[in-house]
């Protein structure tokens, strides 16, 4: 069985929302739950990052695009990836897009001190300004670039609105695109919406 590690509102909640749409068992630990929980992440992850995805076999993934490609590639019915390999292409380059501009941003607005070698609270609060900004002006470039991507209401859901679904949810992201990017902003609604997805996101984010 696949046993996915994370917690509420994190980015494990996309890769349980692709192994809902993958149809398989798996076991959510939530590692905020218990100590054990916590050290076993930190066995499999030197990184103690979140998602990690441990296989059936007992190999490890890490990387939330490596995860979602994995999930596309093994169960190809499921529809994370495109069939067709030039729109496939595309997909993996989005995905790759997100976890390496907007994810990456991300981090350093959680996590300023990481990146400063004297992190006082001036140089963090300029260090958050700038890598939001970044963020919301990385997201415009992607919404211009990839809407055509993302799955219509007949359609199943795919890897890519997954992962975008998941990570405008952070850093006042989906609040910059309603006003700039609207279409995109409903977009990312209506993904929000789709009967699978719709009780993942309500555990991570409930009302």
Excluded at 23 to 33: C, G, K, V, W, Y
Excluded at 102 to 129: K, M
Excluded at 155 to 163: F, M, Q, R
């Amino acid at each position: 069985m696949y046993q996915l590690y994370g917690h509420r509102n994190s980015g494990a909640a996309a890769i349980e929302a692709a192994l809902e749409l993958c149809q398989i068992a798996f076991r959510f630990i939530d590692i905020e739950a218990s100590t054990e929980a916590a050290e076993d992440l930190a066995k499999l992850n030197p990184l103690k990052q979140i998602p990690t995805l441990q296989l059936p076999d007992g190999s490890v993934l890490t990387e939330s695009a490596a995860i979602l490609i994995h999930l596309g590639l093994t169960f190809p019915k499921s529809g994370l990836l495109p069939a067709k390999a030039d729109e496939r292409d595309q997909a993996i380059r989005g995905l790759v897009y997100i976890v390496s501009n907007c994810y990456a941003a991300i981090g350093v607005v959680d996590y300023p001190e990481r990146w400063l070698v004297i992190p006082d609270e001036a140089s963090q609060q300029n260090l958050i300004a700038g890598a939001r900004q970044r963020l919301h002006w990385s997201w415009e470039v992607f919404a211009d670039q990839f809407s055509a991507e993302l799955y219509l209401d007949d359609e199943t859901p795919g890897a890519l609105d997954v992962l975008a679904a998941v990570v405008t949810r952070w850093a006042g992201s989906r609040e910059h695109l309603r006003q700039t990017r609207p279409g995109f902003y409903a977009w990312l609604q209506r993904i929000d919406r789709h009967p699978v997805l719709a009780p993942v996101f309500a555990r991570h984010w409930p009302v």
